[in-house]
C-alpha cells in the first residue's frame, strides 16, 4: 500500500541511503534470526527420512495395522511444509510492512 503511494508520487528512494541506515540492518538481522532456524529446522526433517530408511530399519515397524512409521513420518513431511508456508507467509507479511515502514523513514 505504501509501495502504491511512493509510485503515484514519483518519489526517488535513495536505497544505498536506506541499506546503510541502522534500522535496516537490524531489520535484516531479525530477518535472518526467523529464517536460517526456519531452514535448518526444514533440512534436517527433510533429509531425517531418506537416512533413516537407508540407514535403519526402526521405521519399517507397523504403526497403525499394514502403515509403516515410514509413511506416517512421509506425511508428516506435508504437513511441516504447509505449516512452515503458513508461519512464513505471515512473518513476511510483517517484514514487508516493516521494509516499508524503514523506507518512509529514510524519505523524511
Request: hydrophobic share 50%.
Amino acid at each position: 500500500m505504501a509501495q502504491e503511494q511512493l509510485q503515484k508520487e514519483k518519489v526517488e528512494i535513495d536505497y544505498e541511503k536506506v541499506q546503510s541506515s541502522p534500522q535496516f540492518k537490524a531489520f535484516l538481522a531479525k530477518k535472518r534470526r526467523f529464517i536460517i532456524p526456519m531452514t535448518i529446522f526444514f533440512m534436517i526433517f527433510y533429509f531425517l527420512l531418506p537416512i533413516f530408511t537407508s540407514y535403519t530399519t526402526f521405521l519399517n515397524t507397523p504403526a497403525i495395522g499394514d502403515i509403516s512409521w515410514t509413511w506416517i513420518f512421509a506425511f508428516s513431511q506435508f504437513i511441516m511444509v504447509w505449516v512452515l508456508s503458513s508461519i512464513y507467509v505471515r512473518k513476511a507479511s510483517s517484514f514487508d510492512k516493516e521494509a516499508e515502514r524503514i523506507i518512509r523513514d529514510q524519505l523524511k
